[in-house]
């Protein structure tokens, strides 16, 4: 028999047992839905019905409709776009990275982490297929397809191409990923079913049957995913961070970037975690599985990418003194006082002081805390991602091309067609799909604590 | 293949009595058809005499596929097919290549791998498995015995070396 260490928390409290793993995670499929989740449901479509005609205005007249002008090409979109992407970075993190780190705590939480991911990145995909301003003919432009053109193929040069591939490797091997995750609950699911249910879940599961064998496959299979998946999530950040670092704006052309992405996608995609986490333990009582202990790690994350996003600002200012180059002194600068100052200290509030706050015990015990701290780090995130694209854009080479961007309501309702559709998908998975890897749980409870819970 | 389908299950609470019994049971002659766990239990399949998972090989493979696949793709595109000058580059820009390089070769591996793994454990969603006992996903370990394979030993033989193994139950299961 395993003993563990006396001091530590056990993962999962309340004495749970194997039946009552299944019965907690497996009741919310089985029931009726509540009346917050229909509730929730009904205001996420409304959402994306109403962003939905700001998608289509889009569409039809152009991205004109957007307030992009000749300087600040790139604004809101590519802001939402890579503020969507970073939020993507959590849940294959804690799936893939705390595996592999034989993280146990990460049991109870990485199945809707990891659904948040894939439809996180969904919503970011939105943005530059948006922005391609004929999103039809999009394949040909990001695809290396034969065209009429004497096939001229796509640009391998280019850091936009090598995010068509990141991107989409990214979502496709995080939900295979996910996927594999899910067969054996889904089996659990049959096994309790009958009728139309039995049938849908039988045909989820693959015909699951749990056998050793096909664990040991499953092990492996997660192992080899997860080593995979590491570089993956590393790489689709530093990809991103490319799109900017690549290019010779001042404020963008910076060598710091990668790490620097990759620190505040983690940040932000932790904070996303713990704002979704926060209501689903409450909403569906599962606050045995997702205890104080998860989240005090998750906010101890948080502080640890929250310091090293800081110390990245900070560098930057820095370094744009010490390279001498005035046009890049200008630039952070103007960041800092320009016209668009209530940005770049929104950002520097939210992400650099707001997670310190998590060094007293007391506050990142605090559900309340944490719950506003979460929202407020991924309001800070966003402003990031605003204060690089568009205060490095909006006072070029040229004063007499000087401009400011204002959002149009098209900008906004296309930001905000993106939470319907986010939110949408989360609260169907929430529903429809087990919210907790029952397997895996099922597989620390043993090891996790001192009384045997047969 | 003619096959009876008269299984003896052994029903088990506990993981570590399980990996206990699977030891005993084996000591005793007995051939065990499969173990059937709500979880992954580390250490059964050696007990049980698995041999390591071929998977990770297969993974490589891929991989290996996915590294030629995407160099040779941009070297025939950038260099062989229509050669541009973009940024003063070379056509054959190497390390441009890398990034997407890179996730071809994990794009590869992974679903190659997935897909080596969803076939060789028979997984499709229009599988129909034998289910022995439906507790097995819940929270009962059930080791199933073939009795064709086992013939020489007889059933009552078999019960009594599951019931001294520890399990908290013995059943019979037949399939159609």
Redesign the interface.
């Known amino acids: 028999m395993q003993v563990t260490s006396s001091v530590r928390e056990p993962l999962v409290t309340g004495g749970k047992t194997y039946k009552d793993v299944t019965h907690d995670v497996s009741r919310h499929v089985e029931g009726k839905p509540t009346i917050g989740w229909m509730l929730g449901l009904a205001v996420s479509i409304g959402a994306l019905l109403l962003g939905g005609i700001a998608v289509g205005a889009t569409v039809w007249e152009g991205i004109g409709m957007w307030g992009l002008n000749k300087t600040v090409g790139w604004a809101w979109d590519i802001t939402n776009f890579v503020w969507w992407v970073g939020i993507g970075h959590a849940g294959t993190l804690i799936s893939a990275v705390l595996l592999l780190f034989r993280q146990k705590w990460r049991t109870s939480i990485n199945r809707a982490a990891e659904a948040m991911t894939i439809f996180a990145v969904i919503c970011a995909a939105m943005f530059p297929v948006l922005h391609m301003g004929r999103p039809w003919l999009g394949a040909y432009w990001a695809l290396p397809l034969p065209n009429v053109f004497g096939s001229l193929w796509v640009n391998f040069n280019s850091p936009l191409l090598w995010d068509v591939f990141a991107i989409s490797t990214y979502f496709s091997v995080s939900l295979v990923f996910w996927y594999i995750g899910l067969i054996p609950d889904f089996a659990t699911i049959r096994d309790r079913a009958t009728g139309l249910r039995k049938t849908i879940y039988g045909a989820l599961s693959f015909g699951w049957t749990g056998g050793a064998k096909i664990w040991m496959r499953y092990e492996t299979v997660s192992l080899i995913l997860a080593g995979l998946a590491t570089p993956l999530v590393l790489s689709v950040h530093t990809i991103v961070s490319f799109d900017f670092a690549t290019s010779v704006i001042p404020g963008w052309h910076t060598t710091i970037f990668p790490p620097y992405f990759v620190a505040g996608a983690i940040f932000s995609g932790f904070a996303m975690v713990l704002t979704l986490m926060l209501i689903t333990r409450k909403l569906f009582k599962l606050e045995d599985y997702i205890t104080m202990v998860h989240i005090e790690l998750m906010n101890i994350v948080i502080i640890i990418t929250g310091s090293i996003v800081g110390i990245a600002y900070i560098t930057e200012f820095f370094i744009a003194w010490y390279s001498g180059v005035e046009a890049e002194q200008y630039a952070f600068i103007n960041r800092a006082f320009g016209p668009y100052w209530w940005a770049y200290w929104s950002m520097m509030t939210c992400n650099v002081i707001s997670p310190q706050l998590f060094w007293f015990k007391k506050i990142r015990t605090s559900l309340v805390f944490t719950f506003i701290l979460s929202i407020v780090v991924n309001i800070g995130m966003w402003f990031e991602r605003f204060v690089i694209i568009v205060t490095s854009l909006h006072r070029d080479y040229l004063p007499s091309s000087w401009a400011m961007f204002h959002p149009t309501w098209a900008d906004m309702g296309v930001y905000l067609f993106t939470f319907g559709l986010f939110f949408t998908l989360f609260l169907l998975f929430a529903k429809f799909f087990p919210v907790i890897n029952m397997a895996e749980v099922k597989s620390v409870l043993k090891s996790s604590s001192e009384k045997v819970n047969k | 293949m003619e096959r009876d389908t008269n299984f003896v299950l052994g029903i088990y609470?506990?993981?570590?009595v399980l990996k206990d019994a699977v030891t005993k049971v084996r000591d005793s002659g007995v051939k065990i058809h499969?173990?059937?766990?709500?979880?992954?239990?580390?250490g059964?399949?050696d007990v049980?005499g698995?041999k390591r998972?071929r998977?990770?090989i297969a993974?490589f493979i891929f991989g290996v596929c996915g590294t030629g696949l995407a160099l040779t793709?941009?070297l025939l595109?950038?260099a062989v097919?229509?050669p541009m000058i973009?940024?003063g580059?070379d056509h054959a820009?190497i390390p441009?290549?890398i990034?997407?390089t890179?996730?071809?070769t994990?794009?590869l591996?992974?679903?190659g791998?997935?897909g080596v793994?969803?076939v060789?454990?028979?997984?499709?969603?229009?599988?129909?498995?034998?289910?022995?006992d439906?507790?097995?996903?819940?929270?009962k370990h059930v080791m199933a015995i073939d009795l064709a394979v086992n013939a020489g030993l007889g059933e009552d033989k078999i019960k009594e070396v599951l019931q001294a193994s520890g399990a908290s139950e013995v059943n019979n299961k037949s399939f159609e």
């Not at chain 2, 609470?13 to 570590?16: L, N, T």
Request: avoid cysteine; charged fraction near 25%; hydrophobic fraction near 45%.
């Open positions: 609470e506990d993981e570590d499969e173990v059937f766990t709500p979880y992954p239990i580390h059964l399949e049980l698995y998972s998977l990770p993974a793709m941009q595109m950038m097919d229509w973009i940024g580059k820009a441009d290549f990034p997407v890179f996730e071809l994990v794009l591996a992974s679903f791998m997935v793994f969803m060789s454990s028979n997984l499709k969603p229009w599988g129909q498995p034998r289910i022995f439906t507790r097995s996903t819940d929270d």
